[in-house]
């Protein structure tokens, strides 16, 4: 019999789900058989997100990881949830050594993935369910145009591992992937500059930027039982930039 990982009867959440990577992860999830809820910041983001799958259907919510009113709708609209995945993020190159950028940034992917994993725990905790942070490259590195972004992203892997060992009393894993540079929309300017853009892919050691879906096999892994004795790390998917 082949080797399977089977989420069937799960209930996945996946914050910013709508686009990118965060879409890509929600459809691994459906594909391993998982009931998949998306969502996105903005009514433009969720009309364009497609809620047909080649798996299933997607429920589409709107949610903004910096309001309190915003993620306690969410959690009343959702009964059992299994798996919590903190995708939701945003970067402001070239403005975040102002504060008010700084702290915007900060407030979207460390605040909010803190809010939504607190709000998460009472219904992961009666499901020994899991949370997977989307962390980053600059989780390790120093961007000289994201402070904001790489503060975040450094914490983020903290948090993941306090998290983890806070919340092992409750059966609750928490884990995080760190992609490298993959091509969404998030990323558009940076490959609209060419040197940039080759740049990334020279120091890229398999010499090319991933794709979202690159990203879903590990988390379809982290989420899954075959993960079970899996809390705390965070799993760098990056084509190898970081060894060079
Ligand atoms: N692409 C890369 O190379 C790369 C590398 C490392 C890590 N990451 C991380 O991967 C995650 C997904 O990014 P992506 O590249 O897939 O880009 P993306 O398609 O732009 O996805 C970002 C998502 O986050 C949502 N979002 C932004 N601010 C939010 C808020 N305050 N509340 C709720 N949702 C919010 C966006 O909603 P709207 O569309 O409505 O604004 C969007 O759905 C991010 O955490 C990013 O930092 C990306």
Redesign the pocket.
């Known amino acids: 019999m082949a080797y399977t990982i089977d989420l069937k009867g799960k209930i996945a959440l996946v ?8 879409y890509a992860i929600a459809e691994g999830f459906q594909e391993a058989g998982a009931e998949v809820i998306v ?4 009514d ?3 009309e364009k997100c497609v809620e047909k799958t080649k798996f299933g259907t997607l429920r589409k919510l709107k ?4 309001n309190d009113i915003s993620i306690e709708k969410i959690f009343d609209e959702i009964n059992e949830l299994h798996i919590l995945v903190n ?5 402001k190159r070239g403005l975040e050594y102002r504060i008010e950028h700084f702290a915007d940034v900060i407030n ?2 460390l605040m ?1 993935v803190m809010r939504m994993s607190h709000e998460a725990l009472p219904k992961l905790a009666l499901t020994h369910g899991n949370i997977i942070n ?4 600059f989780s390790f590195f120093g961007s000289p145009m994201s402070p904001g ?1 790489t503060a975040s ?1 450094t914490g983020l892997v903290g948090l993941t591992k306090s998290l983890a060992n806070g919340w092992s009393e409750h059966h609750v894993r928490v884990n995080a992937i ?5 091509e ?4 558009k300017v940076l490959r609209e500059e060419d040197e940039q853009r080759e740049k990334i892919t020279e120091r890229t050691a398999l010499k090319k930027w991933g794709v ?1 879906e690159d990203i879903a096999g590990a988390a379809v892994y982290l989420a899954s039982d075959r993960a079970s004795y899996t809390t705390g790390t965070t799993i760098t998917v990056d084509g190898g930039y970081s060894i060079t």
Do not use: C, F, H, W
Not at 15 to 22: E, H, R, V
Not at 63 to 66: P, Q
Not at 87 to 91: T, V
């Open positions: 914050t910013g789900g709508a686009s990118g990577i965060g969502t996105a910041q903005s433009e983001s969720l949610l903004d990881v910096t995708n939701a993020g945003r970067i979207t992917n909010g989307i962390a980053s490259m972004y992203k760190a992609p490298g540079y993959i969404t929309k998030l990323t979202p």
